[in-house]
């Protein structure tokens, strides 16, 4: 692939392209407003926003966005009770409500190789993981996954997914040291918040935060299997060496014990807030765009309305660096964990929109997305504007420093980019394989000159300091794909009452444990153990062989 890439890149310097979008492709079509539910907070696009005027001007469309407020699955039971469902519908993370519950079509209707051959030949590669089997058998897709389905070999210039967190000034403070375990990371936290327990207005730091809000727990249950040293399989460890993918929840095993006990340490050392167990999103959120959260566990994607909010406040130290810790030997009976958080690339199954049994016009969306998968269309969500938004030099998709700070703008986007309809979409990914731009990256995010040359000066000096050319370089490469892909993806339904009592008794009791007194932790812990078990044994066993299904279904077993 890179000898691919090389020559692909060769070529390119042969000639610079002009992309432009049609001013109209098709007869003109009578005027529709698409009703649009995201399962994620967000920020209404302003009225004269250029991107989805083309949109209106190219496909007579028009969009009414409605984006979350409060807690997802409330909002999504109360749309399934009154079968009150938008056009375009993204369920978030809990998307398997309504596919269930009978709120979306099945795409497969609409997308084959002869009706939408741009389509087809996007999901083609993870066909065996995206079409599923009914309770009739039949072959149904519900949404086209948004993220995943990338072309070209595998980039990561950054870790966009779990991993603990922490401020760039912590690291400079200490001297830019290599941090790589747990104790070595709280210890620097500990070290860092003595000498300095203020920013310079004044204003406390705290030193690791923990979001426990609805389904965003994540950042409370997940980062033992981290430390364990897997990537992102959700509530359950997968021994990937076994013959018969032998998976335990990882929670109530002692192993986990150390990484809550280690938390309740630092809890009465008084590294973390008091009220971080009650924390919304939003309040979360806000704590991180102040600067003066350290630390924390957590998804890049998750936070990055905090990060844009630093970055455009030129806080540049006070935005995180993603470390893949694993547990010292200590914890683990004296094993060296080898840290593996980045994964091979995935489709996001149940992330995107689908459109919804209410849709009049499922046909119009369809012959929309299958247009918008030309070059013309991604490269206008992806780059913008030829010489508005971006330039060609020598066949290289370049931004100048004006232009790449505007991409990171949050307000310059709700005028100038179409993200609460593409973040959803079907999209094109990774490397430009084909054409006059071949080499090139579909995402300006991944391409180099832009992660090299366009960083902050403060990102350039840090990465400097440990001799690193991007961010990933703190964590491993990503591993091989697993062939059950990530166990989080894997449809819980039938254990559901288990699944909701084990997530119930670790929301209530993980709190209790980091706070209680240390001479009652032992104690404590016997008494989670005792009570989750019973679920954990059912929901365990059953996501052992649902992971094998799925394993020897993508196998071809």
């Known amino acids: 692939m890179k000898k691919v890439l090389a020559a692909a890149l060769a070529l ?42 083309k949109i209106e001007e190219e496909f007579g469309v028009k969009f009414e966005f409605e984006f979350l407020a ?44 002869e009706k939408t051959p741009r389509l087809w030949a996007h999901i083609e590669p993870q066909l065996n993981r995206i079409i599923e ?40 403070w200490g001297g830019y040291p290599q941090i790589h375990t747990l104790n070595e990371y709280f210890d620097l936290l500990d070290r860092f918040i003595e000498a300095n327990p203020t920013d310079e207005n004044g204003t406390p730091y705290t030193g690791f935060d923990i979001l ?29 060496n076994s013959d018969d993918f032998y998976t335990e929840t990882f929670i109530d095993k002692p192993y986990a014990k150390a990484y809550y006990q280690k938390l309740n340490e630092q809890f009465h050392k008084g590294l973390i807030s008091r009220d971080t167990f009650v924390m919304n999103y939003d309040q979360y959120i806000a704590a ?12 890049t994607w998750d936070f990055n309305n905090a990060t844009f909010a630093l970055q455009d406040a030129n806080m540049y130290k006070n935005t995180y660096v993603a470390l893949g810790l694993v547990y010292d030997p200590e914890y683990v009976d004296g094993k060296e964990i080898e840290e ?13 929109f689908g459109i919804s049994v209410n849709c009049e016009c499922p046909e119009r969306i369809v012959a929309m997305w299958e247009e918008m998968m030309s ?18 030099e020598d066949g290289r998709l370049m931004m100048t420093e004006e232009q790449y700070a505007n991409s990171l703008n949050n307000n310059w986007k709700l005028h100038n980019k179409a993200e609460a309809f593409t973040q959803s979409s079907p999209k094109k990914q990774g490397w430009i394989m084909d054409g006059e731009l071949a080499g090139n990256c579909w995402e300006p995010a991944n391409q180099p000159e832009i992660v090299f040359g366009q960083m902050s000066e403060y990102d ?81 066993e059953y996501m052992w062989g649902a992971v094998q299904a799925e394993a020897a279904k993508v196998l071809g077993e």
């Open 340 to 352: 593996h958080y980045v994964n091979g690339s995935l489709p996001n199954l149940r992330r995107g």
């Open 133 to 172: 089997k009914d309770e009739d058998g039949n072959d149904v897709m519900y949404i086209i996954p948004n993220y995943g389905l990338a072309d070209g070999e595998q980039i990561v210039n950054q870790v966009n997914g779990p991993a603990f967190f922490i401020q760039k000034q912590v690291l400079e």
């Open 288 to 299: 991180l765009s102040s600067g003066t959260v350290l630390g924390m566990f957590d998804q």
């Open 375 to 392: 070059d013309e269309w991604q490269m206008l969500f992806n780059w913008g504007v030829e010489g508005e938004d971006y330039y060609v």
């Open 460 to 540: 350039k000096a840090f990465l400097s300091a440990y001799g690193y050319q991007k961010f990933a370089d703190f964590v491993n490469p990503p591993i091989e794909l697993a062939p059950y892909g990530e166990a989080w993806q894997i449809d819980y339904t039938p254990v559901d009452i288990a699944h909701q009592d084990f997530l119930d008794i670790q929301d209530k009791m993980l709190p209790e444990l980091i706070m209680c007194d240390p001479a009652d932790f032992d104690a404590l812990w016997d008494d989670f153990v005792e009570q989750i078990t019973p679920s954990a044994t059912e929901f365990g």
């Open 70 to 113: 409060g807690d997802l699955d409330e909002k999504l039971g109360m749309m399934i009770a009154g079968e009150d469902y938008p056009d375009l519908f993204d369920g978030g993370n809990s998307a398997d409500l309504i596919i269930q519950n009978g709120a979306l079509i099945n795409l497969l209707d609409y997308v084959s190789p």
């Open 212 to 240: 426990c809000e609805d389904w965003r727990h994540f950042c409370l249950i997940n980062p033992v299997q981290h430390l364990m040293g897997r990537p992102n399989d959700g509530e359950v460890l997968v021994d990937i």
């Open 12 to 53: 390119t310097m042969l000639a610079a392209p002009v992309f432009s979008v049609p001013v109209k492709a098709a007869e003109a079509q009578e005027p529709i407003t698409l009703t649009v539910f995201r399962g994620d907070p967000g920020d209404q696009p302003a009225e004269d926003n250029k991107i989805y005027k």
